[in-house]
């Protein structure tokens, strides 16, 4: 799947970021689950954040409060608002799509698989100095 990321960067501690990832398949489907996984040199994939087409989100421990995942159906893009970044946030962040989640529940613990997503493109780096 074709898709168009943008908005990663270098910013300092407690900086802001907003992702976008433009994708134009799942949207268009009556259910979807959808996200964004990070992985950093060395580091396993981590789900970071999930939301479903009912609206329904979730997030992995390390980030809740800090970022918000939404999804604006009319433009097929997904967002990522990351606020008060740490330098642990550094890593290259991915937006997929989940088409199986576990138990019919989107999770963001769902994007830490290797198999079984669909990551839309290459990938945005974000790079959190302290």
């Known amino acids: 799947v074709q898709a168009v990321e943008s908005g990663g960067g270098s910013v300092q501690f407690g900086g802001s970021l907003r992702l976008s990832c433009e994708e134009s398949?799942?949207?268009?489907?009556?259910?979807?689950?959808v996200g964004w996984f990070r992985q950093a040199p060395g580091n396993q994939r981590e789900g970071v954040a999930a939301?479903?087409?009912?609206?329904?989100?979730d997030y992995v421990d390390s980030v809740k409060g800090r970022f918000t995942i939404s999804a604006d159906n009319a433009k097929n893009t997904l967002y990522l608002q990351m606020n008060n970044l740490k330098p642990e946030d550094t890593a290259r962040y991915y937006c997929?799509?989940?088409?199986?989640?576990?138990?019919?529940?989107?999770?963001?613990?769902?994007?830490?698989?290797?198999?079984?997503?669909?990551?839309w493109g290459q990938g945005t780096p974000v790079s959190v100095s302290s």
């Open positions: 398949l799942y949207f268009s489907s009556t259910f979807y689950c």
């Open positions: 997929a799509a989940d088409p199986s989640p576990e138990g019919g529940r989107c999770s963001a613990r769902g994007f830490d698989k290797v198999l079984g997503l669909d990551t």
């Open positions: 939301i479903d087409s009912a609206g329904k989100v």
